[in-house]
């Protein structure tokens, strides 16, 4: 058997600038493993965990609570719809369709889309929308946006060029060849991103709340500020139980559509 072709230095270098940085992260944090394990804090922690028990549930609450978890849901799902959206419109330009000059600016502003925190983007918002769940819709729409559009823009560029160059040669527009060659191509992999990025909004809209978006996340806090432990309890049993009927419904999503 022919002999594997040696890896180049430069990954060996890699393992070790991340081995290095690993064990430097070890060495400059603070990490008291002694007293997170010490007798004081599991008591502590058992004694905070018990006045969760049993959760609330009066039927009231329960309806209040399902209510709730609808519009973290509507939150998600709308958000990620507007990403889509915008995601679609600004990966043309950051996959290089149009020069140069307009991808290196479309991916800087997909670099501020997405680099600021949803919960930025809420407290920004807020401001502007006032409470509930609008700003905080707006808020996943504007961090998502950014993923989608550079995770769009990377599959248009991986799809194979000549598809789409022979149909041109062929005397097709640039738009038909676009829809009909590399758009097929990329479109199961956008699917599956924009999958990912509504089971992440899930979560994610569930925090919002924190900060006045309504939703799950708005009770949470709400109840966790008057130490009402048992019917926070509750209320994070719905996050739980919305985020594992999402990711069921987009695992069945994603089985249909590779098949």
């Known amino acids: 058997?022919?002999?594997?072709?040696?890896?180049?230095?430069?990954?060996?270098?890699?393992?070790?600038?991340?081995?290095?940085?690993?064990?430097?992260?070890f060495a400059s944090l603070p990490l008291q493993w002694a007293a997170f394990f010490s007798a004081e804090?599991?008591?502590?922690?058992?004694e905070f965990l018990a006045g969760?028990?049993?959760?609330?549930?009066?039927?009231?609450?329960?309806?209040?609570?399902?209510?709730?978890?609808?519009?973290t849901l509507s939150m998600s799902a709308l958000g990620t719809l507007l990403a889509v959206?915008?995601?679609?419109?600004?990966?043309?330009?950051?996959?290089?369709?149009?020069?140069?000059?307009?991808?290196?600016?479309?991916?800087?502003l997909l670099n501020v889309l997405r680099s600021i925190p949803e919960l930025v983007w809420a407290s920004i918002l807020l401001i502007a929308a006032g409470l509930g769940p609008f700003a905080g819709t707006l808020?996943?729409?504007?961090?998502?946006?950014?993923?989608?559009?550079?995770?769009?823009?990377?599959?248009?560029?991986?799809?194979?060029?000549?598809?789409?160059?022979?149909?041109?040669?062929n005397g097709a527009t640039a738009?038909?060849?676009?829809?009909?060659?590399?758009?097929?191509?990329?479109?199961?992999?956008?699917?599956?991103?924009t999958l990912y990025r509504w089971e992440n909004n899930i979560r994610a809209a569930a925090i919002l709340g924190v900060v006045g978006a309504?939703?799950?996340?708005?009770?949470?806090?709400?109840h966790l500020s008057l130490f009402q432990m048992q019917k926070a309890a509750t209320v994070i049993l719905a996050m739980l139980l919305l985020v594992a009927l999402v990711d069921a419904l987009s695992f069945a999503m994603r089985r249909a559509l590779t098949r």
């Open 1 to 25: 058997m022919p002999a594997a072709p040696p890896r180049p230095w430069s990954s060996y270098a890699l393992a070790l600038a991340l081995l290095a940085l690993a064990a430097a992260s």
């Open 41 to 46: 804090a599991l008591r502590s922690s058992s």
């Open 52 to 71: 969760f028990a049993p959760p609330e549930l009066a039927p009231p609450f329960l309806g209040k609570t399902a209510w709730a978890a609808a519009e």
């Open 85 to 108: 959206g915008a995601g679609l419109l600004l990966a043309l330009p950051a996959a290089g369709r149009f020069g140069a000059a307009p991808r290196a600016a479309v991916r800087a």
């Open 139 to 169: 808020a996943l729409a504007f961090h998502t946006s950014g993923v989608l559009g550079r995770l769009f823009a990377d599959a248009l560029e991986n799809a194979a060029p000549l598809p789409e160059q022979s149909l041109r040669n």
């Open 175 to 193: 738009l038909a060849a676009f829809f009909y060659a590399t758009l097929p191509q990329a479109l199961p992999q956008m699917l599956s991103y």
């Open 214 to 222: 309504g939703g799950l996340g708005q009770m949470l806090k709400y």
